[in-house]
Each structure stands twice: as C-alpha cells, then as structure tokens.
C-alpha cells in the first residue's frame, strides 16, 4: 500500500465489495484542511474534526483489515437486518471481488444517479435503519474510526441529493462528498468507488 504520496484505491463495496486499484495522492491533497477552508463559509454535514478522522482513514486503509472488518460485521448483525438474507447476498459478493473476478460489478457504477439511488435504497430497506447502523458500528469498532459518512442518516441525505443530479452514481457521490460533506476531491472518489459496490 502507498505511503505519504499515493493511496491504494479500493474499489470495492463498503458491504465487504471492494474492487481493487490504485490512484496516486498528492501529499497537500491527502487531508481536508484544504477543502474547509476553500469552504469555510459553507456549512458541511460534518465537523472539520470528522472531515480530517474520515480522509485520514480512507488515506491510510488496509484492504484486507477492511474487507475482514465488514465481512465480521455482517457475519455479527445480519440477525439485525429486516432480510437477513441479504447478508449472503453482501457476503459473496465480497467474496467474488476478493478474488479478483469483477467484471459483473464494473459496469454498474455507470447507472444513471437515480437509477443508482433507487438500487442502492432497496438494498439498504433490506438491511434496515437498526440492522445498518448496528454493521457501521461494528466496523468503526474494529477501525477505530467514527465513519460517519456512512451512517444511515448520511447516506438517505445522499441518495435525496442522487436523485437530482445528471450523471452517474458515482459522480453522484463524489459531488456530494464535496459539496455536502466537504471532502477533499481525491478522496471522496476513492470513497464513492469504494461505496457505490454496497448494493449495486
């Protein structure tokens, strides 16, 4: 994994659906101080305090620490979710893109944001409020990072945000990473990436 002046792109799913790759990160760019202060004007989702946690996390991320912790956590919670049989559905996907046989996967990030917004909603109906944020829970407890960013709350703001916007889901995500959560732009694309394989 690069160190200081890369990132290793995971562009997989935060459900453990994570598609490997690799994008290169200038050092200025690797934190939100930037972005917040471009913006100090705007009023963001999160505190400055979350913003810096969350970009340093996903700067610095272990792959397969992550896979594992998300693998566990549903493995832990799926009794939680409205469908708990959504769990095997997460779980071999998980397993699927682990072993590098994604193709299935690729296109789908090129759905129109509503489309995407409307899949992405369905899936997560079918994990639940409770059953959601119990898994989230679990992962920053093996992190040690609050990710706010994928809070239920968070993502039923983004997808309202999809529904509107002209482009992909993908886009979609990365422009309210932005815009609405004040991410740098290098990060909230490998954070998009990374969550668009949730349910899609």
């Given at each position: 994994m690069m160190k200081n002046v890369g990132i290793k792109l995971v562009s997989g799913a935060i459900?453990?659906?994570?598609?490997?790759?690799?994008?290169?990160?200038?050092?200025?760019?690797?934190?939100?101080?930037?972005?917040?202060?471009?913006?100090?004007?705007?009023?963001?989702?999160?505190?400055?305090?979350?913003?810096?946690?969350?970009?340093?996390?996903?700067?610095?991320?272990?792959?397969?620490?992550?896979?594992?912790?998300?693998?566990?956590?549903?493995?832990?919670?799926?009794?939680?979710?409205?469908?708990?049989?959504?769990?095997?559905?997460?779980?071999?996907?998980?397993?699927?893109?682990?072993?590098?046989?994604?193709?299935?996967?690729?296109?789908?990030?090129?759905?129109?944001?509503?489309?995407?917004?409307?899949a992405i909603k369905a899936v997560m109906n079918k994990v639940g409020k409770k059953g959601w944020n119990a898994m989230l829970k679990k992962v920053e407890s093996t992190t040690g990072t609050e990710l706010v960013v994928l809070h239920w709350e968070s993502i039923t703001k983004f997808l309202d945000y999809a529904v509107d916007f002209n482009g992909d889901i993908e886009d979609a995500l990365e422009d309210f990473l932005v815009k609405k959560a004040g991410f740098n732009r290098t990060i909230a694309h490998w954070v998009a990436k990374t969550f668009i394989f949730i349910v899609l």
């Open positions: 459900g453990g659906m994570l598609v490997i790759g690799s994008v290169i990160v200038p050092a200025n760019y690797a934190f939100a101080s930037e972005t917040v202060q471009e913006n100090k004007e705007q009023e963001f989702m999160f505190t400055y305090e979350e913003i810096q946690s969350m970009e340093n996390f996903f700067s610095n991320v272990n792959e397969k620490e992550f896979y594992n912790a998300f693998e566990q956590a549903i493995i832990e919670t799926q009794s939680e979710f409205i469908d708990p049989s959504v769990a095997t559905e997460l779980l071999g996907i998980t397993q699927q893109v682990q072993e590098k046989n994604t193709p299935v996967l690729r296109g789908k990030v090129t759905l129109t944001a509503k489309a995407g917004a409307k």
